[in-house]
């Protein structure tokens, strides 16, 4: 990297590079400890800087995905990537229903931004909110008329919550779009005018391939976009019929260039010209895809919209050094769709309490990743000489 751009509440992480980094550091909103702020970078720049026209198939940004085996990977999505993106939601959901955004989720989440471009790119407005607040995003509604916002557990339901308790009917708002459970997508659209839309998709597919109308059609994920062709393999790489069930896989100009730097990674997830997304569908007669479940390749926890690969929760977990073993699991949650769970079984005459675990691995990964809950155990279940996944979330699992 040549720059690096950083909000002032991060000044303490931004000064651990101060020394090392030869690029350019810019503090947004202050100047703190001769660092650059962006308005002294801005007016310092030359009025008329060198800037290289990138070519449509040029890397555009980097979206962090979940580790795999405790290494992080970045998707590396094109300037095409981004214009596909674009067109496809306003295809599907209407240039009116997309010209004012509440911008809910992280800039780093492919949703997020996604939806910010579409907005950005058809003249619309986008409205952020630093931290999410239901309350605080009921008024920025209606007093901005916006007109939509993306949600995942439990982001929908608390901004339902808040909009009884200020009698407001957020009069503005035509769609909702995310994942959410029926329970909240009913309330939604019987106090509101708005619908909730859903799909499938990840980082690596520039957000979503498939779109629907969720009460159209409850438990699909809709049909493939105008931009991509989606189709389910089996294990020996043939298309399976419609009905069956097979990894769900994209072809079309949304999907990635790869992963950053991980060449062997990238050829394994595009072998045989198709992007391979570690995820199960079956397809039915009339051509909508519903999600089954994952890959066993690809064990993921789904927390709040985030991704949280078990293998790096577990390896952060075991280098504390009174763990002597553990499996991470996800079990249903009410609020956040999934929760994080660590069993955990110590090294002989140690202890530990859960928040001692809990604090450990926030220090070193994001607070996301953090079980929320951790179970002790006298022993894992193993099989061929390694834990017994499967075992320890029928014993742990509800």
């Avoid at 989440?109 to 239901?134: E, N, P, Y």
């Amino acid at each position: 990297p040549t720059i690096l751009v950083y909000d002032e509440q991060y000044q303490e992480a931004a000064d651990q590079f101060k020394e090392s980094f030869s690029g350019g550091i810019i503090c947004v909103n202050s100047s703190n400890n001769g660092l650059s702020s962006l308005s002294q970078w801005w007016d310092s720049s030359p009025e008329e800087p060198d800037i290289t026209t990138p070519s449509p198939n040029d890397g555009a940004i980097i979206i962090p995905t979940a580790a795999v085996g405790g290494i992080p990977k970045g998707a590396l999505l094109s300037q095409n990537n981004i214009l596909a993106s674009v067109l496809a939601h306003l295809v599907h959901f209407g240039e009116e229903s997309m010209s004012g955004l509440l911008s809910l989720l992280p800039p780093y989440h492919v949703m997020g931004l996604c939806s910010a471009w579409t907005t950005l790119l058809s003249a619309g407005k986008v409205v952020l909110q630093r931290q999410f607040d239901a309350e605080d995003a009921v008024r920025i509604l209606d007093a901005e008329n916006l007109t939509y916002f993306g949600s995942f557990p439990p982001i929908l339901e608390r901004v339902l919550d808040a909009a009884n308790s200020q009698n407001s009917k957020l009069n503005s708002l035509k769609m909702v779009y995310g994942l959410e459970g029926p329970q909240n997508i009913e309330r939604l659209e019987k106090e509101t005018n708005a619908r909730f839309w859903t799909g499938f998709g990840q980082a690596e597919t520039s957000e979503f391939i498939t779109f629907c109308k969720a009460s159209d059609h409850p438990g699909s994920a809709g049909i493939p976009t105008i931009l991509n062709r989606v189709e389910l393999f089996d294990d020996a790489g043939e298309a399976v019929p419609t009905g069956n069930e097979g990894e769900i896989a994209v072809k079309g100009s949304n999907v990635f260039l790869g992963y950053w730097e991980m060449p062997e990674d990238t050829a394994y997830a595009r072998r045989n010209g198709w992007h391979h997304t570690g995820d199960i569908g079956r397809f039915d007669e009339n051509g909508r895809l519903y999600y089954v479940k994952r890959k066993a390749e690809k064990e993921l926890i789904k927390t709040g919209g985030e991704n949280v690969y078990p293998g790096e929760v577990e390896t952060v977990l075991l280098t504390h050094p009174n763990i002597q073993a553990c499996c991470v699991i996800g079990i249903p949650d009410k609020t956040w769709g999934e929760s994080v769970v660590a069993i955990c079984h110590l090294q002989p005459e140690t202890e530990l309490t859960q928040e001692e675990i809990r604090e450990f691995v926030g220090s070193k990964i994001a607070g996301f990743k953090k079980p929320r809950k951790v179970i002790f155990a006298a022993e894992l279940p193993h099989k061929d000489g390694e834990t017994d996944r499967e075992e320890v979330k029928k014993l742990y699992g509800s």
